[in-house]
């Protein structure tokens, strides 16, 4: 059995898929289902069991898993209780973690391109304790992945045992179905697509800054796609372990991401530049690129779909369509 933590989520639910798709039903997911539709993206999909996290623990005794996919965490950039971020997002993965040493488990784990901070030191996936020292993150998700990446690297550098096989995965801006229960954590593509569709005005930051102008704040877009092919493979190549950012490796602004899903419509673009609040100017990120030579070096060689298809897949197959699940 394959345990997916968060596996209701954005992310979790496309690996759920896909491992679906690729003859696996014999998966438990770990997750809390709300009031947000989020069963809704596992709707289609075919299930050992759901296990709510507080019940994990004894779910786990006497338990024989093939892997932990562990995606499960509140990723919320804006998430202000402290308390609460550290026991999900650190204390939690800690405790699983220690599970599969002592289960000889493979572990597969979320981290984030948050851990990067404002970008200063640059988006190498470094596994160096002095690079790992040098990042800044700049919100409390930010930390709570950059500590437990911190945990993870420090056993590994002391020799001490961790699973036969852990990888932690930085993953940078994703984008796809199944991210609509997120609300202001979603893609601006998803939340700015019906006012495409219906010609309204879809508006975007000015620059406040010289030398970009207004809409050329970049990021690496990803689709979601793209990042559950490196998990596939990552199950599939087992000798594989390290912290890896999981990235396009070029950086897209939001202007051509907009632009892409008008394309993809046959639609004209109709785009207005406000004002950035002054409350997030000082940090707002302007440009985020990931190096993606630590995981090719690793031996994936999968690729990474281009902005302009990855938005048509995601616009005709999904946003423009009656059922936008996947």
């Excluded at 988006?123 to 993150?137: Q, V």
Aim: charged share 20%.
């Amino acid at each position: 059995m394959l345990l997916v933590t968060g596996g209701a989520g954005f992310i979790g639910s496309n690996i759920v898929a896909a491992l679906n798709e690729a003859g696996r039903a014999d998966i438990a997911v770990c997750d809390v289902l709300g009031d947000s539709g989020k069963w809704r993206n596992l709707a289609k999909r075919q299930l050992a069991d759901i296990v709510p996290p507080a019940e994990l623990p004894a779910w786990l005794n006497g338990r024989r898993l093939d892997a932990v996919i562990h995606m499960g965490a509140i990723s919320e950039t804006t998430a202000t209780d402290g308390d609460l971020v550290i026991e999900t997002n650190f204390r939690f993965s800690l405790r699983l973690l220690d599970w599969c040493t002592a289960h000889a488990v493979p572990f597969i784990y979320a981290s984030s391109a948050a851990t990067y901070g404002d970008g200063a030191q640059g988006f190498a996936d470094d596994p160096s304790p002095s690079a790992l020292k040098a990042l800044r993150p700049m919100n409390l998700y930010g930390w709570s992945k950059h500590l437990f990446d911190m945990a993870v690297i420090d056993r590994a550098n002391r020799g001490e045992k961790l699973p036969p096989q852990w990888a932690g995965l930085k993953f940078f801006n994703v984008f796809g179905p199944n991210e609509y229960h997120k609300g202001t954590m979603m893609s601006v593509l998803a939340r700015r697509f019906d006012d495409i569709k219906a010609g309204r005005v879809v508006e975007l930051f000015k620059s406040h800054r010289d030398g970009i102008v207004d809409g050329d704040q970049r990021r690496d877009f990803i689709y979601v796609d793209d990042v559950v092919r490196v998990v596939m493979w990552l199950l599939a190549t087992p000798s594989v372990s390290g912290l890896f950012n999981v990235g396009t490796g070029k950086a897209r602004s939001f202007k051509d991401l907009m632009l892409s899903a008008y394309t993809s419509l046959g639609a004209a673009p109709n785009i207005r530049y406000i004002d950035m609040p002054v409350s997030i100017r000082d940090s707002y990120q302007y440009f985020t690129q990931s190096e993606v030579n630590r995981l090719q070096r690793a031996g994936y060689n999968g690729g990474f779909t281009a902005l302009e298809e990855a938005v048509g897949l995601y616009v005709k197959g999904y946003l423009n369509s009656s059922d936008r699940y996947r």
